[in-house]
């Protein structure tokens, strides 16, 4: 499966159990997936993930051979004595994981988070650059 592929999944936002072969949702529990973009350049994708309520301690970013994984959890605690009404978000962590077939370079992802936003740079590995060929 091509990274252009895996990063257009459905758009489920349901809750997701964890299978027994992926250990950080095993240790985790459920998750549920974020909202996230993708842009394509012609040297890096770039992904957009929106995580609210998470924070840089609440993160954690892994980039391997085949995956990159998103985990975050939510840093916000309900203040003591107060109920709420309505609460449209749970406090279960979100957690995305994309597929790449080796299509980035993992030594140089950068990412940033800032008000809940977490930006993603990937890298295309130069096998995969579109490459100039002189005709003789």
Known sequence: MSLFTS???SFSRSLTRPQATDRTAVE???TQRPRYEVRET????????????????????????SEVRILGRRAWKQPEGWTALYRESADIPYQLVLEHDNAIDPDKIAAELRDGVLRVSLPKAEATKPRKIAVA
Do not use: F, Q
């Not at 040297?43 to 391997?64: F, I, M, N, Q, R």
């Open 7 to 9: 990063l257009i999944p």
């Open 28 to 30: 985790t529990g459920p």
């Open 42 to 65: 012609d040297d890096a994708y770039g992904v957009t993930v929106y995580l609210p309520g998470v924070t840089k301690d609440g993160l954690e970013l892994t980039a391997d051979s």
